[in-house]
């Protein structure tokens, strides 16, 4: 009598790969969204901190060159000396491509960028 052998090839069915991909493709769905706001926020609390900086560093000018409210600020030449600088020797600019301004002693400095994003890159 002659057997037959059923042979399986070991390997995965259609249905099976479609389910994973499903599956990669709502996790994906899921991580996105949240990877780029996460980015955002971090890119605003930086933002956030360099005008902190550059604010501190007006008020130190201001001190030590006898400035007053409402005095003008050659920014940012007047202000590099007292700020840590980037690797390029300048002041740090805005994560998101913005740009800072301060113009006068006890004006609150500002990015371009300001309202218009989503968080702002305002001090608070």
């Excluded at 933002?47 to 902190?52: A, G, K, V």
């Excluded at 007047?78 to 301004?101: H, M, R, V």
């Excluded at 113009?103 to 989503?118: F, I």
């Amino acid at each position: 009598m002659k057997q037959t052998k059923n042979i399986r090839k070991a390997g995965f069915t259609l249905v099976e790969i479609m389910i994973v991909v499903a599956i990669i493709g709502l996790l994906a769905a899921i991580a996105i969204p949240n990877f780029v706001k996460a980015r955002a926020t971090s890119q605003a609390n930086a933002c956030i901190n360099n005008l902190r900086q550059i604010d501190a560093a007006a008020n130190q000018f201001a001190l030590e060159n006898k400035k007053k409210t409402g005095d003008a600020i050659s920014y940012p030449s007047d202000l590099t000396p007292y700020i840590k600088l980037n690797a390029a020797s300048s002041i740090p600019g805005c994560p998101a491509g913005g740009d800072y301004s301060d113009a006068t002693v006890g004006a609150t400095p500002a990015c371009s960028l300001g309202s218009t994003v989503t968080p702002p890159h305002l001090l608070p």
